[in-house]
C-alpha cells in the first residue's frame, strides 16, 4: 500500500465490524440506554487516533470530518500534546485545584488573558462546557441582581440542569420541565434581517427588567452551523449596555482557530462581558472555562477558605499542560491562517452538492459547515453511508435535518477531498436507486 493511501481510509470489515458489534451488545447490557444510539449499522468502536484519522477495534481507517464534536482541532492524539500530558503525569497528576493550585494553572490563566478578545482577563476552569455556561449565568446573576434570561431558539449550551433553562432545543428540556426554572425569553435565531432580530431584543428588554444577561453562540453549532447576519452581535452589544445586562458568547464549539479566528466573536468586532469555551481547549481532555471581564468576575467574593463555586478536578494539571501544548500548537502550525485560506475551496466544493436531490442549502465559516437536508431521514442515512464508506460525520440541527462538518484543522487537502468525494458518492448512490 502506497504512503498517500496510508493517509484515507480503508475498509476491511462489514461496518460495523465483528468486535464493534461485540463491544456494543457490552454497551447495551451496562450503559444507561439514553446514551449511545445502538444500531445494525452504527456505531464503531474507536481504538486510535491520529491527525484527522481514526481507526476502529476491527482495523478499519475513517476520515474523521467531525474532529470528535470539534475537540480535535491540532489533531487527534497530537505528538506535543500528548508529549505534554506524559511529562506532567511523571511529575503531578492531581493538585488540589482552589486550595493549593499548581503551577501549571496560574501559566494556563495568564496565557488565556493574553489569547482572549478585548479586556477578559479572569477566568474560571471547568471540566465541561455545561459548567462553563452554568458559572456564567451564576456571575450574571451576582454581577446585576438580576435572575432572568434572554436565549435563542436552535441554542445548545450543554444538558445540565442549570444549562437546560438556556437551551434551545425542545427535546432536551421537554422531559425535564417540572425542574426547569423558566427563567428565560426565548428569541428566534435570525439568519437574514438582523433589524428585526435586534427590535425582538429590544422589546424583551423593555418588557422585563429583570434581564441579568443574554447568552448567544456567535454561529450557532449544534443548531445546524447558523451563522446571524452582519451587525447583530454588534446590536446586541448595544442593547446590553443600555439595559444593564451582561452579554455572554457561548464559543465551546467555535473557540481556538474553528472559524479562522481565534474566536468567533472577533469576525464582528465585538467583546462579550463573558466567554465560554472549551472543547478544542485540552485537545482532547476534558477542559472548558468562563473568560470575564475582571469588573463582572469580580461579583464573585472573595474566598474566605471555601469556594462559592468549585470542583474537585478544578484546573486538573494533566488538563491544562494539555491546554497550553494545544495553544502552542495553534501557534506553531499557524492554524488559523491555514483554515482562513482553505475555507474558499472547501466552501465551494460543498456549494456544488446543492445540486443533488434532498439538499436544500451548505453553509459554514472557517472549518464549521453544514448541508441542510429536506428531511432528517435523509441526513440519517447520509451519516450511516458515509460511516460505511469510510468517512465520520454529525447529524445536527433541531430536527436533525442538517449534517455538520467539522474537520480538525490538520486535515491535509487530500484527505478533506477524498472525504467529500465519498460524501457525494453517498449522494450519487440515492440518485441511482
Not at 104 to 125: H, R
Amino acid at each position: 500500500m502506497s504512503v498517500a493511501l496510508d493517509r484515507l481510509e480503508r475498509i476491511v470489515t462489514p461496518i460495523p465490524g465483528p468486535r464493534s458489534l461485540a463491544l456494543a451488545s457490552t454497551l447495551a447490557r451496562y450503559e444507561s440506554q439514553g446514551v449511545t444510539y445502538l444500531s445494525a449499522a452504527y456505531p464503531v468502536f474507536w481504538r486510535s487516533a491520529r491527525g484527522a484519522l481514526v481507526t476502529d477495534v476491527d482495523g478499519n481507517r475513517f476520515i474523521d470530518l467531525t474532529a470528535a464534536f470539534g475537540v480535535a482541532n491540532v489533531g487527534h492524539t497530537n505528538e506535543q500534546v500528548a508529549a505534554a500530558v506524559a511529562a506532567q503525569a511523571r511529575d503531578l497528576i492531581h493538585g488540589m485545584g482552589d486550595v493549593h493550585p499548581t503551577e501549571v494553572k496560574a501559566l494556563l490563566l495568564e496565557q488565556l488573558a493574553a489569547l482572549a478578545p478585548g479586556d477578559l482577563q479572569k477566568t474560571y476552569l471547568t471540566t465541561g462546557g455545561a459548567e462553563a455556561v452554568e458559572f456564567a449565568l451564576k456571575t450574571a446573576l451576582l454581577a446585576t441582581g438580576k435572575s432572568r434570561f434572554i436565549a435563542y431558539a436552535g441554542a445548545y449550551h450543554g444538558l445540565s440542569l442549570g444549562t437546560l433553562d438556556v437551551i434551545g432545543i425542545p427535546k432536551f428540556r421537554t422531559p425535564f420541565a417540572a425542574l426547569i426554572a423558566e427563567r428565560t425569553t426565548w428569541l428566534p435565531f435570525p439568519l437574514t434581517h438582523g433589524a428585526v432580530a435586534l427590535a425582538q431584543a429590544r422589546s424583551a428588554f423593555e418588557r422585563d427588567p429583570h434581564i441579568a444577561a443574554l447568552i448567544v453562540e456567535p454561529v450557532q453549532g449544534r443548531g445546524g452551523v447558523i451563522i446571524p447576519p452582519a451587525g447583530f452581535l454588534a446590536g446586541l452589544r448595544r442593547l446590553c449596555d443600555e439595559f444593564g445586562a451582561l452579554l455572554i458568547f457561548d464559543e465551546i464549539y467555535t473557540g481556538f482557530g474553528r472559524t479562522g479566528a481565534m474566536f468567533a466573536c472577533e469576525h464582528a468586532g465585538v467583546v462579550p462581558d463573558l466567554l465560554c469555551v472549551g472543547k478544542a481547549l485540552a485537545g482532547g481532555v476534558p477542559l472548558a472555562a468562563t473568560i470575564g471581564r475582571p469588573a463582572v468576575m469580580d461579583a464573585w467574593p472573595k474566598s474566605e477558605g471555601e469556594a462559592l463555586h468549585t470542583a474537585t478536578f478544578i484546573g486538573n494539571p494533566l488538563a491544562c499542560a494539555a491546554a497550553l501544548a494545544t495553544l502552542d500548537e495553534i501557534a506553531r502550525l499557524d492554524l488559523l491562517a491555514r483554515v482562513r485560506d482553505r475555507t474558499p475551496a472547501f466552501a465551494a466544493r460543498l456549494a456544488r452538492l446543492r445540486a443533488y436531490p434532498h439538499i436544500v442549502d451548505t453553509r459554514g465559516i472557517g472549518f464549521l459547515h453544514a448541508l441542510e437536508f429536506d428531511s432528517a431521514a435523509e441526513a440519517n442515512r447520509i451519516v450511516i453511508e458515509a460511516l460505511a464508506r469510510g468517512v465520520i460525520v454529525l447529524q445536527s440541527g433541531p430536527t436533525g435535518t442538517s449534517i455538520t462538518l467539522a474537520p480538525p484543522l490538520v486535515i491535509e487537502d487530500d484527505q478533506l477531498a477524498r472525504a467529500l468525494d465519498l460524501v457525494e458518492a453517498c449522494l450519487t448512490s440515492e440518485k441511482e436507486q
